[in-house]
């Protein structure tokens, strides 16, 4: 392949990246960054996670891939369209008593969305019983309404949840026989009920109304374009997250707010802002890049929220190539060094680094 980048990565987060071929059939050098942070205690300030959360190069699901919802998408899609919010989290009872019913909420600036949830229920004699109580409740799919029967048959929006036409969860663990998790105002209360799917987490590939974005793969496709993607191909498909959870864009120091996702029952944070910069460095020149978060994951059973960004790059002919991308602050004779391909060398013995610059601000 065409494309041969070093990525040079000067900072506490992760990085890396990937070639891959768009529908054109050029090739693309997707470089990805990944940067955690975690609240140590309640009340804490926000601080970079000593385990990052890697750069992903494969769907991560919750089970059997199979089977399962998934708990973090690839990374190596070159394009989001808009940023998207996940939250792959709990729902704790308040105060740590039993309860049957409650919501839990997420304010991300001005987006905002809550969840109803519910304890199991059983069918029986056409109608389902109460909910019993519960202490914790996962929030993911295999709670929420949707399902596939015994002959086959599956809700295109959640083919891992439960209730549609009595199908059991895809979790054989979860032993609900009616949807945990919906939305406030569509309860499920019989069977003949069909809300939507609720979550906070990633939507699957082929789950509607996700895959109508994929494109058309028909047999003018294989004849013509295959193994190519499409050519009506829709960037909104590298978009997992439910639509009420993408916004146009994250810039840092939004105001976040989990709701009854915690034991204690709030998490207030900002949202930082990622300041190391970004230097391309072409054989004719160095650009510098602002790092654009377009993912936001919150995981408040670890109080750690991750932000991840991207850059593509497409490969041109006779254009001056992109030979080095530099994450982090470093010194100008570094860079310099690294234009010039010439061994940076200190009488100090460091190795370029300034590390009294902030990586980040909160």
Excluded at 2 to 12: D, G, I, K, M
Aim: proline residues 11%; neutral net charge.
């Amino acid at each position: 392949m065409a494309f041969a980048v070093w990525l040079e990565n000067r900072t506490p987060f992760s990085a890396a990246t990937h070639v891959q071929v768009n529908s054109d059939g050029q090739e693309v050098l997707v470089a990805m960054f990944s940067a955690s942070f975690h609240a140590p205690k309640e009340g804490s300030d926000l601080e970079p996670s000593g385990e990052q959360l890697p750069v992903i190069f494969g769907d991560t699901p919750f089970g059997n891939p199979a089977l399962s919802s998934t708990r973090y998408e690839s990374d190596i899609v070159p394009l989001k369209p808009a940023s998207e919010i996940i939250v792959n989290g709990t729902a704790y009872a308040p105060n740590g008593k039993p309860i049957r019913e409650m919501q839990v909420g997420l304010r991300v600036g001005g987006m905002r969305k809550a969840l109803n949830v519910v304890g199991d229920r059983t069918y029986d004699m056409g109608s389902y019983s109460a909910p019993n109580p519960f202490l914790t409740m996962p929030i993911v799919y295999e709670r929420a309404y949707g399902g596939t029967t015994a002959d086959g048959n599956a809700d295109p929006r959640n083919p891992v949840g439960v209730g549609f036409h009595h199908a059991p969860s895809a979790d054989t663990q979860v032993r609900t026989q009616a949807p945990n998790i919906t939305y406030p105002g569509e309860p499920f209360l019989n069977p003949s009920d069909r809300p939507k799917p609720a979550g906070f987490g990633a939507l699957g590939r082929g789950w509607q109304p996700r895959i109508g974005y994929a494109g058309t793969y028909d047999q003018a496709w294989i004849e013509t374009q295959w193994p190519l993607p499409p050519k009506d191909f829709d960037p909104r498909f590298n978009m997992c997250a439910p639509a009420d959870q993408q916004v146009p864009r994250l810039v840092g120091g939004e105001q976040v707010t989990v709701i009854g996702m915690t034991p204690s029952g709030r998490w207030d944070f900002r949202l930082p802002r990622i300041v190391a910069p970004l230097r391309l460095i072409f054989a004719d020149r160095v650009e510098e890049a602002i790092l654009q978060p377009d993912t936001l994951i919150i995981e408040p059973d670890l109080r750690r929220l991750t932000l991840k960004a991207r850059l593509s790059f497409v490969t041109r002919r006779n254009a001056p190539q992109l030979r080095e991308i530099v994450f982090g602050h470093v010194s100008p004779v570094l860079l310099s060094a690294h234009f010039k391909r010439k061994q940076y060398l200190n009488p100090l013995g460091t190795d370029g680094t300034l590390h009294d610059q902030p990586v980040f601000l909160p």
